[in-house]
């Protein structure tokens, strides 16, 4: 036999070092008494045991094992449970498969206690220092004899010899297995009952401000500490934080710049409102700093009152409302705040909160460059995430809205507000979040809107839709899943449901759409399975869909396309296509190729152009030829853009349709914010801005990423147009809902599946349809009326295009966008109430 190397000394060292009492081991006398790691041909037969006096409450203990090549603990752990039986004078053993033990030079094993205290950290084939989990910092100690090789499956190292307490026996050779029962020439004394613990409460303990500091990083990082405190918030347990909060109350620091409140990484029996008693290694985990591998927690006492919550207010700054001052702190929030992005409600349980309203995208109202990021560094200091005290993915319920929690019913938009919020600060996965301690106050500030667009005059309803990777399979119900958007035919009957029904109710007669599988314009093609469905809510016949006589419209998998309601307009001419080989500035690799399509207005015999474009989008990049994202906030393909736009108004001015028609509409997903170079070489170029000049830039919006709002998606009116215009709105159906009220299934359960789902407009899409209204017969004074001022405008109009002079009611009967005699007629026509006798010049 070789002498025991495990003398009561360095345990108790070991235990001193990280804080436990020096009657822990009496207090619990469980040590590991049988060790095999090392099995002949496989794993299966690796195995430790414990022994300790019987009845001993094993729940929550565990058995982690050590890799000596850096010290670092390793999985499987083996999770003990039960009580010890009665197996030899009062004492019994239990065993533990882990299958994969570290095979020496040298390697260990650490059992620790349901309070997370270590009370043994043994070795094999040398010693070293641990690195992380129970035994952090803490050196082994060998037990002094090895495994020769592979060890048969039927041999261990074991204690043996007499007595009741670890330092009474002495670890053997290998000999035959024992596993589950005393070991062979192993005999207990009788139990003896355990002294008490000595407590720590009220022994010297670091303020927690020392531990916080007054910066980003604790001073103490990677140090162990005594730390005593009031439970101030609890989040423990599996699906939870895994941890509480403690914070300092009246022995707190004078110090206003550094925190009072921790983090303490561990799960064991206290309340909100106990002082305990920690002892721990300061970290710093996901830039919060934490309290882990915790060895020793103590209640001092409990129900005491907690510290009183510090009164926050956003924006932040890096001054003295700098939020890492109230890192791990119980705060309050005064203010009414906003929602200003819930991308992650259903999926991590979080929401975004601004003050002074939802944030706005930098280049949405601020020109790009300097100005711009000034913009996007308020932003930065201007929100803060509200969580769900979860580490839970997808969880069920989703427990936001407070009470009834998320459902396509009871949806939480962004531009809903916050009031009086209160919780703990905590900072995770680079932003600072607030974990509520209290129920959330939610109201409405933004309901869903009802009607797409406010009632008024225009004969003509033209719009802009993003519909959201549109692709239909084969056409035949086969054929997913497909490159983009639904993964199976049921998703996609779930989208085609949410898609019609938003089209339908946006009542349109003329549609661009964006985001539509490119595979042609056959009976199985994605855009006349749309029209089918439509015709299938509106009537047979009430939608048709532009086929520009090619079969694709580039190589994209996405096209844009147009789709028009023939019993109110009729189309002029043929289709035309701009693509690089008709402008070599328009990149049409990169962008999607535009389509434009002239539509005669049966209502006011006009005639329109409408060009539907899809240019290439921030995210991806465009290096390939040299344009990649400069930092101004225009992001990615900004020149890219840039030349399609200039290549698509010339384009327009040279009347690609060849039909006349002095009337031009550009419509369609951009990619770029009102401020960004795409748009302003448009607006040089004569188009009109619709929502800049008739929304306003701050208030219009499409589109919400990375908590803030603007809008990709346009309508621009030409020169000759731009006065014609009546009204252009935004139908807000879809970029203020949870992406979860889509028609994906993914990332929900069963029940979510259902209960996120309706067969409605919104969440149909993630982009914001967009509604013009234009040309109202003989409304020329534009002051809401008819009367004698618009006939007296006919009047004097009529015949006075073109550079004409004289009148022909049948010569000028062209339909060119001229005010013409046949313009009067129609007005005459739909304003019988007007008496007046009316001649032409």
């Not at 079969?551 to 009729?570: N, Q, R």
């Not at 152009?609 to 465009?622: E, I, P, Q």
């Not at 009116?717 to 139908?731: D, N, R, Y």
């Not at 004097?796 to 005010?819: H, I, L, M, W």
Request: overall charge negative; hydrophobic content about 35%; glycine content about 12%.
């Amino acid at each position: 036999m070789i002498a025991n190397q495990f003398s009561r000394l360095p345990l108790l060292a070991a235990m001193a070092a990280i804080g436990v009492s020096a009657n822990a081991e009496a207090a619990t006398p469980v040590f590991i008494n049988e060790i095999h790691y090392d099995n002949a041909g496989s794993d299966s037969g690796e195995a430790v045991e414990i022994a300790g006096p019987a009845g001993t409450d094993l729940s929550g203990w565990k058995i982690v094992p050590y890799n000596g090549s850096g010290g670092a603990s390793y999985t499987p752990i083996c999770n003990l449970s039960g009580s010890i039986p009665n197996q030899n004078n009062g004492f019994g053993s239990v065993s533990c498969t882990i299958s994969g033990l570290q095979n020496g030079a040298p390697d260990g094993i650490a059992l620790v206690d349901a309070g997370n205290a270590l009370v043994q950290f043994l070795s094999y084939e040398g010693t070293f220092t641990a690195s992380n989990g129970p035994a952090n910092g803490i050196a082994s100690v060998d037990i002094g004899v090895l495994e020769s090789g592979s060890g048969a499956a039927g041999q261990s190292l074991q204690l043996k010899g007499s007595g009741s307490n670890y330092e009474d026996f002495t670890w053997a050779a290998e000999s035959a297995a024992s596993f589950g029962s005393i070991n062979a020439g192993q005999t207990f004394g009788g139990a003896t009952p355990p002294p008490p613990p000595v407590s720590q409460c009220g022994q010297p303990a670091t303020l927690i401000s020392a531990i916080q500091g007054s910066g980003g990083v604790s001073p103490l990082n990677g140090t162990v500490q005594h730390v005593e405190a009031v439970v101030s918030a609890d989040f423990q347990g599996s699906g939870n934080l895994n941890g509480f909060f403690v914070q300092q109350g009246s022995d707190a620091d004078a110090n206003p710049a550094t925190s009072e409140g921790l983090f303490v990484a561990a799960n064991t029996p206290v309340n909100v409102g106990d002082r305990v008693h920690l002892v721990g290694s300061v970290a710093e985990t996901y830039g919060m700093t934490r309290l882990e591998n915790v060895g020793s927690v103590e209640i001092c006492s409990s129900g005491n009152a907690l510290p009183a919550a510090v009164e926050v207010s956003l924006p932040f700054d890096s001054a003295g409302n700098d939020p890492e001052r109230w890192e791990g702190m119980l705060i309050h929030l005064p203010q009414t705040l906003t929602v200003t992005e819930n991308y992650n409600l259903a999926r991590y349980g979080e929401f975004l909160l601004s003050s002074g309203g939802r944030l706005l995208t930098p280049t949405q109202v601020a020109a790009p460059g300097q100005a711009a990021n000034d913009v996007a560094a308020q932003n930065a200091f201007n929100q803060l995430l509200v969580d769900d005290g979860s580490n839970i993915q997808n969880p069920d319920p989703v427990i936001y809205p407070q009470p009834a929690g998320l459902s396509a019913a009871n949806s939480l938009r962004s531009g809903a507000t916050v009031t009086g919020a209160s919780g703990v600060l905590a900072y995770d996965f680079g932003v600072y979040r607030l974990q509520p301690t209290q129920p959330l106050t939610f109201s409405a500030g933004n309901p869903r809107p009802a009607n797409p667009a406010p009632s008024g005059p225009g004969s003509l309803k033209v719009a802009s839709f993003n519909v959201l990777n549109y692709f239909n399979g084969n056409g035949l119900g086969g054929g997913f899943p497909t490159a983009r958007g639904a993964n199976t035919l049921a998703e996609f009957n779930r989208q085609r449901a949410k898609i019609v029904a938003a089209l339908h109710q946006l009542d349109a007669d003329v549609v661009g759409l964006m985001e539509i599988e490119n595979d042609g314009y056959a009976g199985t093609s994605a855009i006349a399975d749309l029209v089918n469905g439509l015709n299938q809510l509106a009537g047979a016949g009430s939608y048709a869909f532009v086929n520009p006589g090619r079969g694709k419209i580039g190589s994209d998998e996405i096209a844009v396309g147009l789709i028009y309601k023939p019993g109110k307009v009729g189309l002029a001419g043929g289709a035309a296509v701009l693509d690089g080989s008709v402008d070599p500035q328009f990149l049409d690799t990169k962008n999607r190729p535009a389509l434009a399509q002239t539509f005669l207005d049966k209502a006011s015999n006009k005639l329109l152009t409408v060009a539907v474009n899809h240019l290439k989008s921030k995210g991806s990049a465009c290096d390939d030829v040299n344009d990649p994202d400069t930092g101004d906030g225009q992001g990615n393909c900004n020149l890219t853009r840039t030349t399609a736009a200039t290549a698509l108004a010339n384009w327009l001015a040279g009347d690609p349709t060849q039909q006349g028609a002095a009337n031009t509409l550009i419509v369609g997903d951009l990619n770029s914010y009102a401020q960004e170079d795409p748009i302003n070489a448009l607006k040089n170029a004569g188009y009109r801005n619709l929502l800049e000049t008739m929304v306003g830039n701050q208030a219009a919006y499409s589109y919400v990423f990375d908590g803030a709002a603007g809008y990709l998606d346009y309508a621009l009116a030409g020169p000759a147009l731009a006065a014609q215009v009546k009204s252009t709105t935004e139908w807000h159906i879809n970029a203020d809902e949870p992406r979860a009220l889509d028609y994906n299934t993914e990332f929900k359960t069963a029940g979510q599946v259902d209960s996120f789902y309706v067969a409605d407009a919104y969440r149909s899409s993630d982009h914001d349809p967009l509604l013009v209204k234009l040309f109202v017969p003989g409304d020329l004074d534009n002051d809401g009326d008819v009367d004698g001022n618009d006939a007296n405008s006919i009047k004097a109009q009529v015949g006075k295009c073109n550079g004409k002079t004289g009148f022909n009611p049948e010569a000028d009967y062209d339909r060119s966008g001229c005010v013409t005699y046949a313009d009067y007629r129609i007005w005459y026509g739909h304003f019988t109430g007007y008496t007046a006798s009316l001649t032409a010049q």
